[in-house]
């Protein structure tokens, strides 16, 4: 306990003992020395949450939050170190009502955002006229707003100023002049294409700086890139610290210009900052320029004006000098690019004597300090463009710039010939139009060609590093055919919790092989039977697809049926090839594994058929006899001598016959049943006995019997799922000629299971039990949209004469079939189908832009939690495997335990807006929005709706005013929703920003877990992904990321 509330006071308190730090403050978080260190933690971790909890729109400030519980901390300790009341005086406690902290603390402040928002004017405004939340939080980041605002908090204070208030409105009112509103703080951007300079200017500096160095070697006598080695060119080339300067230079200027909206808002120190740079910049402008000029010989013009004026004493080292302390800075930049802890160190560091060494590089700032990749990454981040630019630059060298070289001079010594059409250029010294045509596409190419490498680059580096990582493992159903025997060991690999430590935990998977491959079955078979209920496959490709129940009743793996297809076909085939030997059989049927599979498991299952029908020993007797002379004769190699194999495949007709007389058997004691399938099991034994065996005669006569034989059956296991189960694989098996390779049929089907397949191989942080896993929560925003298309929806005729049924009908035609096999309906005609429209209905609106399909896709989190829980809490190779939850009723209390932690795990909250309007109001449709939003709660008992109420109250003065609570609601039993939690507002949130996202952040208080996944309503989930989301949360706490944890996880969206 104690560590845990350790962790807990560590975690809630991080960004508050971080801002303290910040603003060099002694934390208001003390524990008094005659109490007990857990109490107190937890009485401030309570406070902090009931602070963030009745804070509205103002938890979007986490500073503000950060202010306001430093001093309410610093009260919480005055009454838990036991001192007098009267020393303290909160400044809403002598208000004596329930919502005096909202009122007093959190109403003026929403005021303020509400005020800004309105200035905003539904975002037609420009940004630099209002304030956000971040620019308000920004008040809270420096130590001003202790003085400025106080506590209690000064209404008076200039945070408080109404900006929809003009000056004259300020005057008529007698209020103090000195009290103006608080200017924006953050960056305002002026849209230019000189920002294409400004926020890339490095990268320019480098491709033109490059430009300027390959040309004035390309242009030295020998041309080559020794010639930087000669002192002429090598002094030329330093002429590029000029271009530098010159480049810096425009920068600063555009540094100050285009921030020049943003000048009122910026501290001292940072328009300090902006006019040093602009000096130095010119400062480096003239020094080089001059210092350089003192190195020519014989200079001439303006460089001999500039020499005279330095003198020639030391000259050259002079400008040496210059560019050596000119780059200075840039060293220091590479060399903490190249020790990045000691860069990520500085960074972080609150020392003012560091953060003013800092201060000339970067501005101060709170957040995103020290955001950088590990070292490892940074190596190959840094690799990969120094490899890429010694690509470009030998490029634009050898092929664009030096091969240019000779042709421009051979045109600058050209005499000017005389032309009789117009020139262009004409009267211009060395035919400097025509070097300046040629060169600009040269020029603009070298600039812009380092796009082309970094997509050549790029494509290079992602299929290796897509090689590596396994991405493309599974791309087609055939490559699923040949790795799916591998799958069940990736699956326990990453889907199955480890056992403690690495090498026990190697050990125990080489035990628990089989284990893994039980598990998988189940996951597989629930995302089988998942996209048979979406309609995606039909019957026959689920039954197809399916890993049976009954597993453990042969000596081999059952495979799904779509692997084994049409291979005892084959196998007939080839034992009706082989005359001689059992060894060619032998060695034809193993050179395919799952022909071997199919072989086996056919003959067990069939043997376990025959003997659950029979009821008689002495027919039981029969059937030993016959498989003891066939194992024998396989053991002594004399299958082929003994046995006519070419008359198999009477005998799986007739097997066929049976099995299809035992799956439309519906009554057990039905005696025209038995009389046929006793017929058949004798017919069968004939076949076996005279046909295909040649010495088995003797086994049917041998036998003294009075009654006929098979007379008597048992037929009490047809009503047994599992047993009607292994006649439909065993019937495939056997009547299955065509290749499954095309089952699915259904591309979405197709796509779903080979992704799927493929991502079970790719690198993903172990999943770890269920009970273990982070718990989190998904919150959808709904206003007006579509919940679920009703009746005259799918009926209604647009001006084509087209209906969203008859539409969708058209675009899902081969789902469209599997619906009607699902629900056993064979409509006669469009009429017809209106009989049917409770069933029709949900179909076409999970096709549909509806809240049902985002419904139904985000409670697969839970069905997959529950499924998966199950298996952490069972050993499931001794109980019978099923597809669903119900399947483990042999495990007593532990499916209800598995729903209590899925609950505990998983939440899903639907911000529905306006659900408490659609509830009173009359017209049709949103009270059928209001009912469809009811059945959802019902259908999913954990789904949870938050809406926004408005209630009309009384105030003190007699009149009535509106107010607003945030309110959460769940289904209760058939027809209706009950109130869950109920908070009052400070005003109505989403006239602060927009609606979408501010409907969805007043119900995130109804949130729970430790991970939030924020779904639009235009986006679906699969059963298939959800078993993933525990590897996916795991990335939250991976040690791979060192102490920079991730926060934010994007995550694939499934949009329609």
């Given at each position: 306990?104690?560590?845990?509330?350790?962790?807990?006071?560590?975690?809630?308190?991080?960004n508050y003992i971080s801002w303290c730090r910040y603003l060099h403050l002694e934390s208001n978080i003390k524990i008094p020395h005659d109490a007990s260190t857990q109490q107190p933690e937890l009485l401030y971790i309570g406070l902090y949450l009931l602070i963030w909890g009745e804070a509205s729109n103002v938890r979007f400030m986490p500073e503000c939050l950060c202010y306001i519980f430093h001093h309410?901390?610093?009260?919480?300790?005055?009454?838990?170190?036991?001192?007098?009341?009267?020393?303290?005086?909160?400044?809403?406690?002598?208000?004596?009502?329930?919502?005096?902290?909202?009122?007093?603390?959190?109403?003026?402040?929403?005021?303020?955002?509400?005020?800004?928002?309105?200035?905003?004017?539904?975002?037609?405004?420009?940004?630099?006229?209002?304030?956000?939340?971040?620019?308000?939080?920004?008040?809270?980041?420096?130590?001003?707003?202790?003085?400025?605002?106080?506590?209690?908090?000064?209404?008076?204070?200039?945070?408080?100023?109404?900006?929809?208030?003009?000056?004259?409105?300020?005057?008529?009112?007698?209020?103090?002049?000195?009290?103006?509103?608080?200017?924006?703080?953050?960056?305002?951007?002026?849209?230019?294409?000189?920002?294409?300079?400004?926020?890339?200017?490095?990268?320019?500096?480098?491709?033109?700086?490059?430009?300027?160095?390959?040309?004035?070697?390309?242009?030295?006598?020998?041309?080559?890139?020794?010639?930087?080695?000669?002192?002429?060119?090598?002094?030329?080339?330093?002429?590029?610290?000029?271009?530098?300067?010159?480049?810096?230079?425009?920068?600063?200027?555009?540094?100050?210009?285009?921030?020049?909206?943003?000048?009122?808002?910026?501290?001292?120190?940072?328009?300090?900052?902006?006019?040093?740079?602009?000096?130095?910049?010119?400062?480096?402008?003239?020094?080089?320029?001059?210092?350089?000029?003192?190195?020519?010989?014989?200079?001439?013009?303006?460089?001999?004006?500039?020499?005279?004026?330095?003198?020639?004493?030391?000259?050259?080292?002079?400008?040496?000098?210059?560019?050596?302390?000119?780059?200075?800075?840039?060293?220091?930049?590479?060399?903490?690019?190249?020790?990045?802890?000691?860069?990520?160190?500085?960074?972080?560091?609150?020392?003012?004597?560091?953060?003013?060494?800092?201060?000339?590089?970067?501005?101060?700032?709170?957040?995103?300090?020290?955001?950088?990749?590990?070292?490892?990454?940074?190596?190959?981040?840094?690799?990969?463009?120094?490899?890429?630019?010694?690509?470009?630059?030998?490029?634009?060298?050898?092929?664009?710039?030096?091969?240019?070289?000779?042709?421009?001079?051979?045109?600058?010594?050209?005499?000017?010939?005389?032309?009789?059409?117009?020139?262009?250029?004409?009267?211009?010294?060395?035919?400097?139009?025509?070097?300046?045509?040629?060169?600009?596409?040269?020029?603009?190419?070298?600039?812009?060609?380092?796009?082309?490498?970094?997509?050549?680059?790029?494509?290079?580096?992602?299929?290796?590093?897509?090689?590596?990582?396994?991405?493309?493992?599974?791309?087609?159903?055939?490559?699923?055919?040949?790795?799916?025997?591998?799958?069940?060991?990736?699956?326990?690999?990453?889907?199955?919790?480890?056992?403690?430590?690495?090498?026990?935990?190697?050990?125990?998977?080489?035990?628990?092989?089989?284990?893994?491959?039980?598990?998988?079955?189940?996951?597989?078979?629930?995302?089988?039977?998942?996209?048979?209920?979406?309609?995606?496959?039909?019957?026959?490709?689920?039954?197809?697809?399916?890993?049976?129940?009954?597993?453990?009743?042969?000596?081999?793996?059952?495979?799904?049926?779509?692997?084994?297809?049409?291979?005892?076909?084959?196998?007939?085939?080839?034992?009706?090839?082989?005359?001689?030997?059992?060894?060619?059989?032998?060695?034809?049927?193993?050179?395919?594994?799952?022909?071997?599979?199919?072989?086996?498991?056919?003959?067990?299952?069939?043997?376990?058929?025959?003997?659950?029908?029979?009821?008689?020993?002495?027919?039981?007797?029969?059937?030993?006899?016959?498989?003891?002379?066939?194992?024998?004769?396989?053991?002594?190699?004399?299958?082929?001598?003994?046995?006519?194999?070419?008359?198999?495949?009477?005998?799986?007709?007739?097997?066929?016959?049976?099995?299809?007389?035992?799956?439309?058997?519906?009554?057990?004691?039905?005696?025209?049943?038995?009389?046929?399938?006793?017929?058949?099991?004798?017919?069968?034994?004939?076949?076996?006995?005279?046909?295909?065996?040649?010495?088995?005669?003797?086994?049917?006569?041998?036998?003294?019997?009075?009654?006929?034989?098979?007379?008597?059956?048992?037929?009490?296991?047809?009503?047994?799922?599992?047993?009607?189960?292994?006649?439909?694989?065993?019937?495939?098996?056997?009547?299955?000629?065509?290749?499954?390779?095309?089952?699915?049929?259904?591309?979405?089907?197709?796509?779903?299971?080979?992704?799927?397949?493929?991502?079970?191989?790719?690198?993903?942080?172990?999943?770890?039990?269920?009970?273990?896993?982070?718990?989190?929560?998904?919150?959808?925003?709904?206003?007006?949209?579509?919940?679920?298309?009703?009746?005259?929806?799918?009926?209604?005729?647009?001006?084509?004469?087209?209906?969203?049924?008859?539409?969708?009908?058209?675009?899902?035609?081969?789902?469209?079939?599997?619906?009607?096999?699902?629900?056993?309906?064979?409509?006669?005609?469009?009429?017809?189908?209106?009989?049917?429209?409770?069933?029709?209905?949900?179909?076409?609106?999970?096709?549909?832009?509806?809240?049902?399909?985002?419904?139904?896709?985000?409670?697969?989190?839970?069905?997959?939690?529950?499924?998966?829980?199950?298996?952490?809490?069972?050993?499931?190779?001794?109980?019978?495997?099923?597809?669903?939850?119900?399947?483990?009723?042999?495990?007593?209390?532990?499916?209800?335990?598995?729903?209590?932690?899925?609950?505990?795990?998983?939440?899903?909250?639907?911000?529905?807006?306006?659900?408490?309007?659609?509830?009173?109001?009359?017209?049709?449709?949103?009270?059928?929005?209001?009912?469809?939003?009811?059945?959802?709660?019902?259908?999913?008992?954990?789904?949870?709706?938050?809406?926004?109420?408005?209630?009309?109250?009384?105030?003190?003065?007699?009149?009535?005013?509106?107010?607003?609570?945030?309110?959460?609601?769940?289904?209760?039993?058939?027809?209706?929703?009950?109130?869950?939690?109920?908070?009052?507002?400070?005003?109505?949130?989403?006239?602060?920003?927009?609606?979408?996202?501010?409907?969805?952040?007043?119900?995130?208080?109804?949130?729970?877990?430790?991970?939030?996944?924020?779904?639009?309503?235009?986006?679906?989930?699969?059963?298939?992904?959800?078993?993933?989301?525990?590897?996916?949360?795991?990335?939250?706490?991976?040690?791979?990321?060192?102490?920079?944890?991730?926060?934010?996880?994007?995550?694939?969206?499934?949009?329609?």
């Amino acid at each position: 306990q104690r560590d845990t509330v350790d962790h807990l006071m560590k975690k809630v308190f991080q960004n508050y003992i971080s801002w303290c730090r910040y603003l060099h403050l002694e934390s208001n978080i003390k524990i008094p020395h005659d109490a007990s260190t857990q109490q107190p933690e937890l009485l401030y971790i309570g406070l902090y949450l009931l602070i963030w909890g009745e804070a509205s729109n103002v938890r979007f400030m986490p500073e503000c939050l950060c202010y306001i519980f430093h001093h309410m901390a610093r009260d919480l300790y005055d009454i838990i170190s036991d001192r007098r009341e009267e020393s303290f005086d909160p400044p809403f406690r002598r208000e004596g009502s329930d919502d005096a902290f909202l009122q007093l603390v959190i109403q003026p402040i929403y005021n303020v955002i509400h005020n800004e928002a309105t200035m905003s004017k539904r975002g037609t405004v420009s940004h630099s006229k209002w304030r956000n939340y971040d620019d308000l939080n920004e008040y809270f980041w420096s130590k001003k707003c202790f003085k400025q605002l106080g506590w209690p908090m000064d209404p008076a204070s200039d945070f408080f100023a109404d900006p929809t208030k003009t000056k004259n409105d300020i005057e008529r009112h007698d209020h103090s002049m000195s009290r103006r509103r608080m200017s924006k703080t953050n960056f305002v951007e002026v849209r230019t294409f000189l920002h294409l300079f400004r926020s890339f200017d490095r990268m320019w500096a480098f491709f033109i700086l490059a430009f300027q160095a390959m040309v004035i070697i390309a242009w030295s006598p020998s041309g080559s890139l020794s010639a930087i080695f000669e002192p002429a060119v090598f002094r030329n080339v330093m002429t590029i610290f000029i271009t530098a300067a010159f480049l810096n230079f425009l920068q600063a200027t555009l540094e100050i210009v285009l921030n020049w909206k943003a000048w009122r808002s910026l501290v001292c120190s940072q328009m300090i900052r902006h006019v040093l740079k602009f000096v130095v910049a010119i400062g480096w402008l003239i020094i080089l320029p001059v210092t350089y000029s003192s190195s020519i010989q014989n200079p001439t013009g303006l460089i001999k004006f500039f020499s005279n004026w330095i003198g020639n004493f030391q000259s050259q080292s002079i400008y040496n000098f210059a560019v050596a302390l000119y780059m200075l800075p840039n060293i220091f930049s590479a060399l903490f690019f190249i020790f990045l802890p000691m860069r990520r160190a500085l960074e972080r560091s609150n020392s003012r004597i560091v953060r003013f060494l800092l201060w000339w590089t970067q501005p101060k700032l709170y957040v995103a300090r020290g955001m950088y990749e590990d070292t490892c990454s940074l190596l190959k981040y840094t690799t990969f463009w120094i490899l890429l630019l010694i690509c470009k630059l030998a490029f634009s060298y050898y092929v664009e710039i030096s091969p240019l070289v000779g042709p421009t001079r051979t045109i600058m010594f050209l005499g000017r010939g005389k032309y009789i059409w117009h020139e262009f250029f004409p009267y211009l010294q060395h035919n400097l139009g025509v070097v300046f045509t040629i060169w600009a596409p040269i020029v603009m190419v070298c600039l812009m060609d380092t796009q082309i490498w970094y997509a050549i680059f790029s494509t290079i580096c992602g299929g290796v590093n897509g090689a590596f990582s396994r991405l493309g493992e599974i791309r087609t159903l055939g490559m699923l055919r040949s790795r799916f025997e591998a799958i069940p060991t990736a699956f326990g690999k990453h889907l199955v919790p480890g056992h403690g430590s690495q090498p026990k935990r190697r050990e125990r998977e080489k035990e628990d092989k089989n284990l893994h491959i039980d598990k998988f079955s189940d996951i597989w078979n629930a995302f089988i039977i998942s996209l048979r209920d979406e309609d995606l496959i039909n019957n026959r490709e689920r039954d197809l697809l399916i890993v049976p129940s009954s597993a453990g009743d042969t000596s081999v793996f059952q495979w799904p049926p779509f692997l084994l297809a049409s291979k005892i076909p084959m196998a007939l085939d080839m034992a009706k090839s082989v005359k001689k030997r059992d060894e060619e059989l032998r060695k034809r049927i193993n050179q395919d594994p799952y022909t071997f599979y199919a072989v086996i498991e056919c003959y067990e299952t069939l043997l376990n058929i025959l003997y659950s029908l029979m009821a008689e020993t002495s027919d039981k007797k029969v059937v030993d006899r016959i498989r003891e002379s066939l194992e024998d004769s396989i053991e002594r190699q004399s299958l082929v001598r003994e046995f006519r194999l070419d008359e198999l495949p009477q005998l799986s007709a007739k097997f066929d016959k049976l099995l299809t007389l035992l799956l439309k058997t519906e009554e057990e004691h039905d005696t025209t049943i038995k009389t046929q399938i006793a017929n058949l099991l004798q017919d069968t034994m004939e076949i076996i006995t005279q046909d295909i065996m040649k010495n088995g005669q003797g086994i049917l006569k041998d036998e003294n019997r009075d009654n006929q034989l098979f007379a008597n059956l048992n037929l009490d296991s047809i009503k047994d799922e599992a047993w009607r189960e292994k006649c439909v694989r065993l019937q495939l098996l056997l009547t299955t000629k065509e290749s499954a390779i095309y089952v699915p049929t259904n591309l979405e089907a197709r796509r779903r299971i080979t992704f799927f397949a493929n991502s079970l191989f790719m690198k993903m942080p172990r999943a770890p039990q269920v009970r273990s896993m982070m718990s989190f929560s998904v919150l959808t925003p709904y206003f007006k949209e579509e919940v679920l298309f009703s009746t005259e929806d799918l009926h209604k005729k647009n001006e084509d004469g087209i209906s969203i049924l008859f539409y969708l009908r058209k675009i899902y035609p081969d789902e469209w079939k599997n619906c009607l096999e699902r629900i056993k309906f064979v409509p006669k005609d469009e009429e017809s189908l209106k009989s049917r429209m409770d069933e029709i209905s949900p179909w076409a609106s999970y096709r549909g832009q509806t809240l049902t399909r985002t419904v139904r896709g985000m409670m697969y989190y839970r069905r997959a939690l529950e499924i998966q829980c199950i298996q952490d809490k069972i050993d499931i190779a001794k109980l019978d495997r099923q597809r669903t939850t119900t399947s483990y009723q042999e495990g007593g209390n532990i499916v209800d335990m598995a729903l209590a932690i899925a609950d505990i795990k998983f939440t899903y909250v639907v911000s529905c807006q306006v659900y408490g309007m659609q509830k009173v109001s009359k017209n049709l449709k949103d009270k059928a929005c209001y009912l469809n939003i009811l059945n959802l709660m019902i259908m999913y008992p954990s789904l949870r709706i938050a809406y926004i109420d408005e209630v009309e109250a009384p105030t003190k003065n007699g009149t009535t005013e509106k107010t607003y609570y945030s309110v959460l609601v769940k289904g209760v039993g058939e027809k209706y929703d009950e109130e869950i939690y109920r908070i009052k507002l400070p005003g109505k949130p989403t006239d602060i920003g927009e609606g979408k996202p501010e409907n969805q952040n007043h119900a995130i208080i109804f949130t729970r877990g430790e991970a939030l996944q924020a779904i639009d309503m235009n986006q679906d989930n699969y059963l298939e992904e959800a078993f993933k989301m525990r590897n996916v949360l795991e990335e939250f706490g991976s040690d791979k990321y060192g102490k920079s944890k991730p926060t934010i996880l994007g995550l694939r969206e499934h949009i329609f």
